[in-house]
């Protein structure tokens, strides 16, 4: 299966940022891609840069709504999957989204973010409400995928979780920011989830420089055995494509080993 990662940067012209997005999509599907992913709010600039007070729900959109109705119609007239992040409003509350699209257009449903920071240039508290929706984990055409927004692949137990619900493959849309990881931490982690779950994992980050941060891209592909299999650029809008063969996942040593030994009856007394 091809995937492609699309990495690029963002404006205050959404409608601008969704129409590169498209373009870009046009530009995989010619490639021969089967799953496409986007980065955090890859169509919004990064709004949590700025500490913000009161309902930003004037900033977000429905989920369905404008954008997922335009990348439906895309899936459904290509045959891709689809993985996108938004910044959702319901009623009075707004979250970090990631609406995952089948190959037929249909929207399958969508994951929250659940685990939400507050630091300097991350006020992401002030824009988003806890997900209520676990840790999503979706049966595509193309396979079983897994969603782990950003912050969220911090968590060893959620990045398991999507493992015990039979992930094969976890997108995870990002916002890292130029000097966030160094000594290749931003990659060794998910090389270690790839691993400690038998899964690959996608990580695609938005890029560009704006007010307060620059987003440094390098969005990456890991397989089952933790090892990295591609990698983009720094600081680049472009397409990160990538083969991957999720049989790879049975034959990891998670579902050789790990899973079947696990202990949960003990776990929760450790904690």
């Known amino acids: 299966m091809k995937i492609a990662l699309i990495q690029q940067h963002a404006t205050k012209n959404k409608q601008d940022n969704v129409k590169r997005g498209i373009e870009a999509f046009k530009r995989a599907a010619e490639q021969g891609a089967e799953l496409v992913c986007y980065a955090e709010l890859a169509f919004e600039p990064f709004f949590p840069q700025h500490s913000a007070r009161g309902s930003q729900t004037h900033l977000a959109e429905t989920i369905p709504g404008p954008t997922t109705e335009k990348f439906q119609q895309l899936a459904q007239e290509y045959k891709i999957v689809t993985i996108l992040n938004l910044f959702e409003k319901e009623g009075e509350f707004t979250y970090d989204t990631s609406p995952v699209i089948d190959a037929d257009g249909t929207l399958l449903g969508k994951t929250r ?95 560009g420089k704006e007010e307060k941060l620059e987003f440094s891209g390098e969005s990456f592909v890991c397989d089952p055995d933790g090892k990295v299999i591609a990698s983009a650029g720094f600081g680049t809008d472009e397409i990160l494509m990538c083969e991957v063969d999720l049989s790879a996942v049975k034959e990891s040593h998670v579902h050789k080993l790990f899973l079947q030994d696990r202990r949960p009856e003990l776990y929760n007394d450790w904690i």
């Open 113 to 207: 973010m659940v685990h939400i920071p507050d630091y300097e240039n991350f006020r992401e508290r002030c824009y988003y409400t806890p997900g209520d929706l676990g840790a999503g984990v979706f049966d595509t055409a193309v396979g079983k995928v897994g969603i782990a927004i950003c912050y969220d692949r911090h968590y060893p137990e959620y990045m398991r979780s999507l493992a015990i619900k039979g992930a094969e493959l976890v997108s995870i849309p990002q916002a890292g920011a130029v000097g966030e990881w160094t000594d290749g931490l931003y990659q060794a982690e998910m090389q270690v989830a790839a691993f400690q779950n038998g899964y690959f994992t996608a990580l695609c980050n938005r890029v």
